[in-house]
């Protein structure tokens, strides 16, 4: 039954508006849509800026009429106050097919600077609610004619004066409002429509009212203060702030040039991605930075067409090598800044700076340091919709006060802590802070490099460094800077015990940087396993369970590999000799590189929680811990043996049937082989007694396993 009711009524539909509507649509407007709504607009050319009008009109599915197309225009010049006495000709004489249609609503908008932010539906709720036959948008100022304003209703709230640029109402009223037209095409049609609104009886049996709070018209004109942009799903739609509505028809009416809504571009940001504000990212890697990877990875990952972004990039690592290379072409452009420049911080982010305050096309200067974990994707979208000039989010150090902000400045200008600042960072109060010192990450508006923050160089003051010197200059304007922690954005890398005398350097950042370490080098799916998920028993007693990326996996070896120094396997050996190791091997051991202590951590932090799980009642201790290598013309497998341990963890560091062919390990006493171990996954088994086990031959190739003996 339902179903029948719904074709029908999407049969009705269908034929009263002539279009197909989305589903959506009806269902949401069941009386509404029943209605007739037509567009009435004029275009005698078909300008980029109709075809921009009609795709709006077409995205939500309204249904327009175009009038005057190919006719010549008359109506003056637009940017000219008088003028546009033409359109009104053509809508008088257009209303004439719709006499005898009462229930008709009519929308009548220009078209060349005009779009859509949302479809029939909400429009017509809107007209209903405005209880007038016939809506006219509003304006703050007054125009042609500035004497008529005491003659304007006083309003309490909102604009207070009309505007021809676009109006809703009945067929009738319509019809009756130009009726009394007889003006010549360049006479002024917005002196036209003022003149009968200012006329009280004539505004009252026409039945006029204006949309002061911009529920329906948003003429941009003077306005842009008052507009944001707001990301909802995957569109875009301007918000007025002032009255807290979302109009429906945006007008991009006057000498509109700013920022943010500005150019005929942004309308179209309104309706499509591609057409969002332009930002230009400035990346400063000014002193060693741990996990640089990751860091182009996050940003690759950030929520915002690439082709909306230009990239400025200072200090020129390895990791921005392969990254422009394989993703370079992706951004609108990308400039980097490398040593041989010899450009120092404070210049560098000047520059950066510049190149946004010098382009027209840029709304937006972005400045992020290399060691900024950025991690919510909608980092830009969210700082561009609080509509500020200088704002940063809150990223702070992992479970420390340490923050990209100070609450209060002390003096003599340098930090003081402000009674609220623990509550902002540990986001126990929440919102937008006018603070006296950001930075790390933050958002600069063009606009205001262009107007209050137009000095070149805003890096320098005294002795100050660049971002002390920044903020500095930005308090000194008069503008403030914002901190905003309404959501979780990410973190800052600690810096200090970064070494840098290892070929991956990462892998030693355990101590310093845990989590980042855990999110570059830990299976995805160690978790599940934690959680008893996922762990397998390949042969009795022997557990199997995911634990490195191939990332950790390819640095270990890689890292074994660049030491190069493998023990013969002869008996030579001092650890042998020291009874530890009952089988010679062709290894390296981890503290032969230097990395014991964080090996030790590694096993502590993320083999222990598992191993008390599986084996209870067992403290774990570790003693050797070393990576192996077989290869058919060194090693090619081990005889039989115990392990000098309780347990032992062999986890494989690279893949079977690609690096290499053969091997796995094969426990006697079951008669139980592990023929194809997994890349980053662990085996955990008994050492002695009952575990007697073999290494099987590799027969091409090179495999590695970092192995540990636990409890010995
Ligand atoms: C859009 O704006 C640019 C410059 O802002 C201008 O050159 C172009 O003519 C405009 N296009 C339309 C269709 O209005
Ligand atoms: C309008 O056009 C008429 C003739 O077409 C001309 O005489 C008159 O000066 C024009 N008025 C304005 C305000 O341009
Ligand atoms: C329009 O008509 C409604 C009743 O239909 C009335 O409440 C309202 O005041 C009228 N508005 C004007 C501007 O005359
Ligand atoms: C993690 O587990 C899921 C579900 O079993 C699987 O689809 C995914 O590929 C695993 N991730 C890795 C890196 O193996
Ligand atoms: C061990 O298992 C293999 C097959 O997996 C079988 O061929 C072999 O005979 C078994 N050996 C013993 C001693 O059971």
Redesign the pocket.
Known sequence: MELYLYIIFHFITTIKLGVETTRAEYLLCFHLCAENLLVLTVATKQ???FQ?FRRSAQFFNYKVQVLGLDEEWQGGDDQQPAGGGQKVRLLKSALKQYVDKEDLIILFVES??VLFASGPTELLKKFKQAKSKVVFSAENYIYPDRKLEAKYPRVRDGKRFLGSGGFIGYAPNLKKLVEEWKGQDNDSDQLFYTSIFLDPEKRESINISLDHRSRIFQNLNGALDEIVLKFENSQVRARNLLYDTLPVVIHGNGPT?VSGLS???SYDGILCDEALPMILIGIFIEQPTPFLSQFFLRLRNLHYPKQRIQLFIHNHVSEVDSFVEEHGKEYLTVKVIGPEDEMENAEARNLGMDLCRKDPDCDYYFSLDAEVVLKNTETLRILIEQNKLVIAPLVSRHEKLWSNFWGALSPDGYYARSEDYVDIVQRRRIGLWNVPYISSVYMVKAKALHLELDQGDLFHSGKLDADMAFCHNVRNQGVFMYLTNRHQFGHILSLENYQTSHLHNDLWQIFSNPEDWREKYIHENYTAALKGKLIEMPCPDVYWFPIFTDTACDELVEEMEHYGQWSTGDNTDSRIQGGYENVPTIDIHMNQIGFEREWYKFLLDYIAPITEKLYPGYYTKFELAFVVRYKPDEQPSLMPHHDASTFTINIALNRVGIDYEGGGCRFLRYNCSIRAPRKGWTLMHPGRLTHYHEGLPTTKGTRYIAVSFLDP
Request: hydrophobic share 0%; charged share 50%; aromatic share 10%.
């Open positions: 300008t980029e800026g921009r060349y600077d040039k150019q005929n571009k």
